[in-house]
Structure formats: C-alpha cells, structure tokens
C-alpha cells in the first residue's frame, strides 16, 4: 500500500531567459514504511523532489497524491495540518531554535498544535527516555554537537506521530560515527513510518536503505523495488491549533529588536503627535474663526456704500464707483436688519490721519473708530480687561485696544491715568453753482486731550493699534458746529451735520456711505453672511467693516493653512506607517529562515505574521500612550508659543472630548486607522514576500 502517489511530475524553473528541467516527468508510488533513499548527482533534482513532497514547492505539471488527496490542491490551511500532523522534516543543519531549549525545540510542533502543558510534557518526556537522551533535555541547545543537535531534531520530527519523515541529508554535516548512530535512528523508525532520505552518501544509502531511487537530470534512472500501488490507510486525525506559542517569539523578538523598536516607537510619537495636534489645530481654529468676529470691538461698527460698475467708453476697462446710498435704501435696509442703527458716516474728518501725541511725543495714529454709544454695549463689556466704560458719550473719553498701549510703550497697568493729546483739522470745501463762489471752504478742527476710560483686549491677528469714540459724542459737537462760511453764503445757521442731510450722495463730506451701528451678535453675523453675498455682485450695496475684513482674512488664512496641515499630517501618516512596515518587513526578512522551519513544522503563514503584527501592534500601542500623555502639555506650549508670537489664543484645541459629535472618540479612533492602515503596510509586502521565501530559505542550505 502507498501513502504517497506521483503521476507524471515535472518541475521547470524559469529565471530571464534561462528554462532549467528540475525534474521530468516523475511517476512514484511510496509505501507506508521502510527507509527510501533519494541518490543522484548534485543538480539532479533530489532536493526538489523532497520540496514537492513537503509541499513547499508545486509541481509545474503532474499531480502529488497523498493519502488519496491530491496535496498541489491543498489549501495553505491544509498544509499547515499536512506539516503538522502527517509529515515531518529533519535538515542536513537540523535547524534548531538556539534560543528554545532542547526540550522546548522537541515540544514547539505540540505547542503548535495547542495540545495542553501536560500532555506535551509527558509526551516529550517519554520521547527523550525512549531513545536515551534525557542527558539533552535541559542543556542550552546553542552548546550541543553537531549529533547531539540532530538526534534533538529527529526528537522534535517524531512528536507528532508523523506518517512520514522527510530528511535532507542529515548526515551530511556528521562524522562517521554520529552518522552511523543517527542512521541506526532512522531504521528503526522506518519500521513503523515511511522514511524518505535524500543522500549522496552511497555507503550510508546502500547499507541502511530498504529501497534506492537515482535521479540524473531530473529523471529516475533506476529505483531499486519500485511500486505503483496508491491505496492507502492513514486515518483522519482530529486537528488542532493554537497561536499561543507565538508569544515565545514575540519577546524574542522584542528582545532583539531593541534599537528598531525604540526608533519605531519615536517615529510613532512623532506621527500620533502631528495628527493629534494638526486635528487640534483645525478644531480651535474653527472654533476661533467662529469667535473672533467678536473678539474685535470693530465689529459694531459698518459703513454701507452702493457701487455701480461703470464701462468706459471705447474700451473694456470699466470702474466702480460707490456712492451714499438713497434713505430709501436705508429704509429698506433697515428692515433686513431691524437691529441696527443708521446713521451719518464722518469718517471724511479723519480721512488724513490726525496728529496724535503722547507725552509731547509723536506717535503713529491709530485708526479712529467710532462705536454708537459706550452705554449698555454687552460686546465692550465683555472685552474690557482694565478700566470702566464711560458712562455717558464724551468726545475726550475714549476706549483703547491693548495694541494701542503697546503703541504708547507704557505698561498697560499705568494706561489708565495717561492722556493722549490729538488734534487735527479738516478743510471742508463746497461747490456751489455761483461763478463769483465756486467753492466755499470751512474748517473744523478737533483738538483734545483723550483720556482713556478702559482697555480692551482684541484678537490681535492683523489687529492694528485703535480708539474707539463714541459716535453720538461726536454727532453732538458736529450739530454744534457751524459751518461759518457757508452759512454767510447761504445766509442761514448751517451746522456740519446740517450738511451731512443736504450734501450730495456723490460728495466727499458723505464718505460715499452710511454708517450701521450694531451690538447684536446675531445681527452682526447676519451682516457678516450678507456682505459676502453682496460681494459677489458688481452692482448695488457692499457692506465694510474693519472687524469683517480681519475676519475674512484669517478665515482664508486658517483655510490655506489647513489644507497645507493636510497635505503634512497625510504624508506624516503614510510616512510613519511606511517606515513601520518597512521596519517591520526587515525584521521579518532578517528571520525569514525561522518562518521557514515554522512553516515547515505545520505553523501557519498568519500565525507567523501575526508575530510581527503583534510586535507593531505593541509599538502602536506604547507609542499611542506615550503621545496621548505629551499631546496635552505640547499643546498648552504650542497654544502659548501661538499667543505669544501672532496673539491666536487657544488656536490648538484637540477633540478628547468630542470628535464629529461623538463623545470620546477621537483617541480611540486614531489608534484604530493606525492599527489598520499599520496592518495593511505590513501585510502587503510580507505577503508577497513570504510565498517567494521559504523554499530559498530551506535550500540556502
Ligand atoms: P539536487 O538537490 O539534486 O542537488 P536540486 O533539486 O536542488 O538538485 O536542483 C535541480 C535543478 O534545478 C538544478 O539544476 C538546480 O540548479 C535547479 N534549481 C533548483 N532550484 C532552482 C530555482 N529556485 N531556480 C532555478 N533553478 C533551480
């Protein structure tokens, strides 16, 4: 009866533009037992033929039975049950784990297996009495002789109860003597098993072998008693399987990957830290975006013009021209934004900048800007840091920005008792139709000592220094200014802000708009979306603001920045899992050897990779705790340096808390896509690679 049936095997290697005929066209029957030898010259095929029967190299054509099954449609499962239970291998270097034990070297195709402690224990035990090498049992396996580590590796082929034993030289690294005792070995278990020996030691062949088969150049040229029987009897045996024995070289390998893992684990750092702190950054910079049109006391404060586009003749240029909206059109805006004031623009006054000093000191002028009234204005209360908001509108009480101290060089502890004198005059010049008086000219002159009321801190991204007036202050003395020379000419008390009604809505007196005052924040922001869409039209109105525009800015600032953010933290993210792939494959490639022998003794592909998934797994996840720990402190100084250096408060905030609406997940979902996307970088190359390897590895031999 036969346990293994070849029909018709041929194996071609193709390399370039090389063809090499390993076999041709082998047909072979093998009985249950007896010790078969496999002879010829080196090159003739026997070491392929042994592969083919282990099953870690198929047949380019014919079919392998085994069993009655045909092995070169075996799944890799099935291989991994045909290794660890029906055939075993013992190699010519006997490749022994230096690091397990003898005992554990004989007991890992058990483990393997999943059989409990005891029964592994007992088996072993009773496998190293039988053939008198308890001596081995717990000496180091790195320390044994050449005989001694092979009788351990027969020891470890035997354990399973194989059906057949396939050997590779074995004799061939041994003198004589261990020879002839390793040989005496193998006869006498190729009493009960099959023993299939490839040799090119004829004495040892001749003497010990129950049959002879020689290969030249691929083909049998003789076989000493052939047989073609393919009956066989091998019982089915219930499988088991454990990954427990996994952890062995898993802190093997953690062990002696010391250094690559250290540098994994801080490129890991770095790539959790990146992602944690640019998804941060575009949280609080969200947040801040929606913020900071408040965070600027300019936001009360809107002028609203009308433009109309204007082609010049005979040629495809064309203008923009703004003028003061009709009251109408107030009227009507008015009842868009029923929470807004409407009224006079007299920033033609400070068109040229007025004269500012400080301590008889020139210094630059700050923007003058004029806030409705300073009474019940919840926005300034909320900015105010220092000092009280006047309580009535005066001309000379006045609210400063914190750049505005900054500007004077004081401490902003000494600003309130500090006076800033600004004087300045404005020519107001009117046309009129009398040829005698084409134009009439008066001056209004403002000279004041201001006094600082309060301080207010603004988010200070293109912030520039600020006073805020109050407008109906101003409005007050502009009703109370005559306009001398125009009412001689007119013959009639003309105050400035008599002028303002009749001037018009092209002149420059008007500053080509209205001012809407506002400290509604819903109203503001609703002001805020309508500007943007009245923008996108050539003609009619077009909302300002000084607060709109910083706002604007760094909106599109926080937009470009964001998408450059994605483009780093995706290469910062591919990157590190790259390098922990690659880092990961060279420490598979560097133990290929081991994941042969594994693989020989019935251990599974997934099994053996998931010893390097593991040990990345483990990197990910102390890296993960070590970046989450930093990510809190490194964004507090990161939020610091930012406040420090551009003013942006609080622009780094990362989503512990709550990430898309969901409670807590952002850490554990980022540990996740590591995980995943870390597995995927792994898989792919050691998977490719792992099918090419493990017949080179046996046959590097
Ligand atoms: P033996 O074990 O008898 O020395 P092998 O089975 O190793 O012979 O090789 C048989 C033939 O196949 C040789 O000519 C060898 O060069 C060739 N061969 C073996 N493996 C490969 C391979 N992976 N690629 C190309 N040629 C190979």
Redesign the pocket.
Known sequence: MSIFYLEGISKT?K?GNSV?K?LSDITLSFPNSGLISIV?K????????LNILLGIEKPSKGSVYFNNEKINRFSKAKFSVYHLYYTSMVFQHYNLFDDLSPFDNVALPLKIRGEKKDIIKKKVNELFSKFHLNYLINQKTSTLSGGERQRIAILRSLVTSPKVILCDEPTGALDSINSSEIMNLFKEISKSILVIM?SHNLEIVNKYSDRIIT?KD?RIISDTSPIYKTRTFVNKIKKNYSNKWTNFFLRKNLKENKHKNVFSILSLIFGFLAIMISVGFYNGSKSSESNMLFSNLACETMSVSEKNLYKVNNSSLSYIKSTRPSEEIMDEFHNIFPNTIIDFNYGYLFSSFPETSFNKRIIDSPEMIPIYSFNNNSILNELVTLGEIPLNDNLNEVVVNEEFISLLGIDKSDALSEEIYISFSKEVSVLTDDLDNPIIKDTYSYSLNLVIKAVIHEFSFLNSPKIYYSHLALKEDLSNYIMENLSTYKNKVITFNDYMYECSSDSEISNYSYNVFSSDKEEIRKLSNYKSELDKNENGLSITSNAFEISNSYTSFMDSFSSALIVFVSIAFVGVNFILGMLALSSFISRKKESAILTCLGAKDISIISIFLKENYILIFVAFLIASALSCPLSILMNLVLEKSFGLTSLIKIPYLSFLNIPYIFLPLLLLVFIFVSTLFLLIPILIYKNKST??EL?DE
């Open positions: 290697y390399s090499t390993a010829g080196s090159g003739s095929g026997k070491s392929t033929l490839v290969l691929g017949v080179n046959r």
